[in-house]
DNA sequence: GCGACAG
DNA sequence: ATCTTGTCGC
C-alpha cells in the first residue's frame, strides 16, 4: 500500500503546485484539434493501470491506445492527486504513437485548491493542450443549472471562475470542466460537449476507463 | 475547532 | 478509487 506522507512535505508539494499554477497558460487552442487523447487510472491494491487512448475528431474512432502499469507510491490526499497518478499517465501517453492536439484527463485542471490540478500537471508537463473533466467537485460551488444537454454554471471559488458545470446529456448529473493547460475554458467546455455523444463522459474519457479497468483486472491483486 | 475532500 | 450482487427504473 501506498505510505504515508510526512506533513511537513505535504506544503512542500503544494508549494510546487503554486509554482505550476504560474506555469499554466489559457489561451486559445492553437490548432483545430483532429486527435483527441483522454488518460485514466484504474486502482488495484498498490498497483495502478493508466490508459490512453486516441481517437479521431470528428469521426470519433479509436485509433491508438496504450497501457502503462506500475506501482503506486503516492498515497491519495484531496488536492495532491497529481502526485499519485499523474507520473503513470504521463508513461502512459507518451506511449501513444502519434501526439494528440487535446488530452482530456481524469479530475481537475485549474478548479483546484491552488489552480494546479491533475490535467494542469499533465499539460504543462507535456507542453499540450488539456483540459480536466471530473465527475465531482474539489473546490467551488455553482448555481443550478438548466436539465437541457449543454446548460452551463461556473464553478467559482474564492470568488474566481475556476471551471464550468456542464451538463453533458440531458437529465444527468453535471460534470465539471475546467482549463487543464493551452485553452481557454469556452473552449474547454466546447470540446468535453464535442466528444460526449451518448452517455455523460466524452467517449475517449469512456474508453481509457474501460481499458484501464480491464487490463487491471488481469492483474493479481497484490500482497500487502 | 468543525467539515470538506478530484481519484 | 476499491471492497461487491442484486435490483429498481427508464
Given at each position: 500500500m501506498a505510505d504515508s506522507v510526512p506533513t511537513e512535505l505535504i506544503e512542500e508539494y503544494r508549494q510546487r503546485q503554486r509554482e505550476l499554477a504560474h506555469a499554466v497558460i489559457e489561451r486559445s487552442l492553437t490548432k483545430a484539434p483532429t486527435v483527441i487523447a483522454a488518460v485514466d487510472v484504474h486502482l488495484r491494491g498498490s498497483w495502478g493501470v493508466a490508459a490512453a487512448v486516441a481517437y479521431t475528431y470528428p469521426s470519433l474512432e479509436e485509433i491508438d491506445h496504450h497501457v502503462a502499469t506500475g506501482r503506486l507510491t503516492f498515497p491519495y490526499i484531496p488536492g495532491l492527486l497529481s502526485y499519485r497518478e499523474?507520473?503513470?499517465?504521463?508513461?502512459a501517453i507518451r506511449g501513444l504513437a502519434?501526439?494528440?492536439?487535446?488530452?482530456?484527463?481524469?479530475?481537475?485542471?485549474?478548479?483546484?485548491?491552488?489552480?494546479?490540478?491533475?490535467?494542469?500537471h499533465l499539460g504543462v508537463e507535456?507542453?499540450?493542450?488539456?483540459?480536466?473533466?471530473?465527475?465531482?467537485?474539489?473546490?467551488?460551488?455553482?448555481?443550478p443549472l438548466g436539465e437541457e444537454r449543454g446548460s452551463v454554471a461556473p464553478l467559482v471559488a474564492d470568488?474566481?471562475?475556476?471551471?464550468?458545470?456542464?451538463r453533458t446529456r440531458t437529465g444527468v448529473t453535471p460534470v465539471y470542466v475546467s482549463v487543464g493547460h493551452l485553452i481557454t475554458l469556452d473552449e474547454a467546455v466546447d470540446w468535453t460537449l464535442r466528444t460526449t455523444t451518448r452517455y455523460r463522459l466524452p467517449e475517449p474519457s469512456r474508453r481509457a476507463h474501460r481499458l484501464a479497468q480491464v487490463t487491471a483486472r488481469t492483474l493479481p491483486t497484490d500482497a500487502p
Open positions: 499523474a507520473p503513470l499517465c504521463l508513461k502519434q501526439e494528440p492536439d487535446l488530452i482530456l484527463a481524469d479530475g481537475q485542471g485549474r478548479a483546484h485548491p491552488r489552480r494546479a490540478g491533475i490535467a494542469c507535456l507542453g499540450l493542450p488539456t483540459i480536466g473533466v471530473a465527475k465531482s467537485i474539489l473546490v467551488g460551488r455553482h448555481d470568488d474566481e471562475v475556476v471551471g464550468m458545470a456542464v
